[in-house]
């Protein structure tokens, strides 16, 4: 991307901010009345100050001066700067307060869209793209907008409406001398355009850089355990260091072009301003020219005002770099359209008898890798109070089939029908609630169990808390516990062992009470005499609901009504267990391997 592309998007960005903005007109309004405000008043002091030394001059110069009337406009004047510089300041409190308020609104705002948009975009995107780097975005992004409405835009205001009054007044004094007032201000504006330019590059590498920053971070954190497992405390460090490092080393560039800007913009300043004095002194001593060293003392103090407002444009300067770098980065997340939403005119899933049919279903990963084709012509049916398993090896579309029944993708070929309605023309509140998905990974909230088990259902009755604990064979375990279902969840369930955790994952789902349950791998920590009284107490719950088991352990599904062999995205075998025992195939070799040698053993000890 050049940097003229980079300078065109960059105004797009923050005339859209600019747009969002607007909507809160009152208070844009309110802040302009206090930027009118404290401009008229920070005028008034250069003026004030002119005719105070005009005031002296006089008492110095006339042959009768009549110093008591003097002596009183002195007091008057005096008085008038202190009033003035009072309500200057009350006016500038006003316009800043503003500012900050509007820019915590919108910050506000943007924080409620971008945590919105999470919600509601795909588990695609979420595959594609890293977490620390969302979370970047949804914090220092959204602080570099926030920052730009509250530095940025109303300032702007404030230094337009002061530089350009100020500008009339000092024509018509002098107009001269007004010319060299503003010489400085052709340099300011070029070394605002090169710092622009400078200063957008960089912010985004910054926030990119410190995006994978929070990446490596977020990782060390999930994965502590393991880090400390494998005493790799020393590389982490090192990882940690480099990438910090590089983030420090892009700030130092962006402070540098910063104060590189001030200085050229404060050495133009000074300088014409000191050529404001050379001259305007030289047309005071010039007794022809009716220029007066109150109007010079006046030029003078309007620059000395000035100050502030100069060092305030490189600020500005950057506060527009950031905030068009920030806001293109916040932008790109809030314009994705989810790749799995409602579509026009979807309807509520009605469950008339909840039977599940897949038909002749295709199904590919796209990523960066291309497209990797992960189930092809699958179809089966699965009815209420049948059981469907499906096992097979790694990587042959199990889990994948599963996260298809709830949308959580949508497959490229075939169709998916519960009681006849295809699942793609339905709202995903109405299929997501008639479906519930046990996963392997099991994640587990940091509050307490009860208000884990009820997630999806947060006023749930107690009674119905316990028993879906109960059913999932955590119920006596709970109990135990010195606080019950008041104990508190340590973050992703660390204070649970990995069979609790599952258990609890079985119990939050069954609380819903949906019409199709697909256990995917949900049991694999939990050793085979608790998942056999699981299974015995969801009896009841699955009798009259499809169920759906996927587990690569064979004593899972034993059980099922029918069973499919999953290989290479495809069912390469189905029946009964009785029935693919006899045909001898794959689901016999993966029989033998797994229930043959326990049941050797068994016989072989029970003959000694």
């Not at 008041?486 to 660390?494: F, I, K, P, S």
Request: charged share 20%; proline share 3%; aromatic share 10%.
């Amino acid at each position: 991307m050049t940097d003229t592309d980079n300078t065109g998007g960059g105004f797009h960005v923050l005339m859209r901010i600019i747009r969002m903005a607007l909507e809160y007109r009152w208070l844009i309004a309110i802040g302009f009345v206090f930027i009118v405000g404290a401009s008229i008043f920070q005028l008034f002091i250069p003026l004030l100050i002119g005719n105070g030394v005009e005031t002296v001059e006089q008492i110095f110069t006339s042959e009768n001066p009549d110093t008591d009337a003097l002596r009183w406009t002195l007091v008057t004047i005096a008085g008038m700067l202190l009033g003035s510089a009072l309500l200057r300041g009350v006016f500038t409190y006003g316009h800043m307060y503003i500012s900050e308020n509007l820019a915590q609104r919108l910050g506000y705002r943007l924080r409620m869209l971008y945590y919105e948009k999470l919600q509601r975009l795909s588990f695609a995107y979420h595959d594609r793209v890293h977490t620390g780097d969302l979370l970047t975005r949804g914090l220092l992004d959204i602080e570099g907008v926030r920052a730009f409405a509250s530095r940025g835009m109303l300032r702007v205001v404030y230094l337009a409406i002061f530089v350009g009054t100020g500008t009339v007044l000092m024509m018509r004094e002098d107009w001269q001398l007004a010319l060299i007032s503003l010489s400085f201000v052709p340099i300011a504006a070029w070394r605002s355009i090169v710092a622009r330019l400078q200063t957008s590059r960089g912010w985004r590498r910054y926030q990119e850089e410190m995006g994978q920053l929070t990446k490596i971070m977020d990782e060390n954190l999930k994965g502590i355990r393991v880090v400390r497992s494998f005493s790799a405390e020393p590389y982490e460090l090192v990882k940690y260091d480099i990438s910090s490092n590089e983030a420090f080393n892009r700030a130092y560039q962006l402070v540098t072009v910063r104060a590189t800007n001030l200085t050229f913009i404060t050495l133009a300043f000074f300088g014409a301003m000191s050529l404001v004095l050379l001259v305007g002194g030289l047309k005071v001593l010039d007794e022809a020219n009716p220029f007066s060293l109150g109007q010079l003392a006046q030029f003078l103090a309007f620059m000395s005002i000035m100050q502030n407002p100069v060092r305030q444009l490189g600020m500005v300067v950057a506060g527009w770099a950031r905030g068009a770098t920030s806001g293109k980065r916040l932008f790109e997340v809030l314009d994705q359209v989810p790749e799995i939403d409602d579509k026009p005119g979807s309807k509520d899933l009605v469950i008339t008898g909840g039977v599940l049919r897949f038909e002749h279903i295709d199904f590919a990963y796209m990523d960066q890798f291309g497209d990797e084709q992960v189930l092809t012509d699958v179809t089966f049916e699965a009815r209420p109070g049948h059981t469907i398993g499906i096992v097979g090896p790694p990587g042959s579309g199990k889990s994948t089939l599963a996260h298809l029944i709830p949308r959580f993708y949508d497959p490229i070929a075939g169709r998916i029908l519960i009681d006849d309605q295809d699942i793609s023309e339905v709202t995903l509140a109405s299929l997501r609630s008639a479906v519930g998905v046990v996963e392997q990974d099991t994640f587990l909230f940091t509050t307490t169990i009860d208000n884990n088990v009820a997630y999806g259902d947060p006023w749930a009755e107690h009674r119905s808390i316990e028993s879906a604990t109960s059913n999932a064979q955590m119920g006596e375990y709970v109990e135990r516990l010195p606080s019950g279902y008041g104990t508190l969840v340590g973050e992703r369930g660390v204070s649970l062992s990995g069979g609790q955790r599952q258990r609890l994952s079985i119990a939050r789902s069954i609380m819903l009470h949906p019409q199709i349950i697909v256990f995917d791998d949900s049991t694999a920590a939990i050793d085979a005499a608790t998942e056999q009284r699981i299974r015995a107490a969801l009896q009841e719950v699955t009798a009259d609901r499809a169920t759906i088991i996927i587990s690569h352990r064979l004593s899972s599904l034993m059980h099922a009504n029918e069973i499919l062999f999953l290989e290479g995205g495809k069912i390469v075998e189905r029946g009964s267990h009785a029935e693919l025992l006899e045909q001898g195939g794959k689901y016999r070799d993966l029989y033998e391997l797994q229930i043959r040698p326990e049941d050797d053993n068994f016989q072989t000890k029970g003959e000694v």
